[in-house]
């Protein structure tokens, strides 16, 4: 059975920091691409970052880059997502998603019908 299990989200002050973990079960991050989105409450879901399972190639949005980084573990089989100098606007519910086939870029700018997690609730204020 495939699942994708967001953890990590929580309540933090603008500038803080959170680690977003999606572990991944049922398939091997290998042969797939694996990214994180977001969406606040009368927003359009949002591709945050995406990363290639085998070789590590890496998309942010331009909202995020230099702030936040992906990575993944192999070993773990499980995608990270840590958030630098976090920002009231990065409040939302994210989610982590995979896909075989598509590139990093086009899995964060068009999403998946492959797999998704339940989403993990960020929430950043003072």
Excluded at 38 to 43: I, N, S, V
Excluded at 61 to 69: A, L, P, Q
């Amino acid at each position: 059975q495939v699942q994708l299990v967001e953890s990590g989200g929580g309540l933090v002050q603008p500038g803080g920091s959170l680690r977003l973990s999606c572990a991944a079960s049922g398939f091997t991050l290998d042969y797939h691409v694996i990214g994180w989105f977001r969406q606040a409450p009368g927003k359009e879901r949002e591709g945050v970052s995406c990363i290639s399972g085998s070789e590590g190639d890496t998309y942010y949005s331009d909202s995020v880059k230099g702030r936040f980084t992906i990575s993944r573990d192999k070993a773990k089989n499980t995608v990270y997502l840590q958030m630098d100098s976090l920002k009231p606007e990065d409040t939302a519910v994210y989610y982590c998603a995979a896909d075989r086939t598509w590139t990093v870029q086009a899995l964060c700018l068009m999403g998946t019908d492959h797999y998704w997690g339940q989403g993990t609730q960020v929430t950043v204020s003072s």
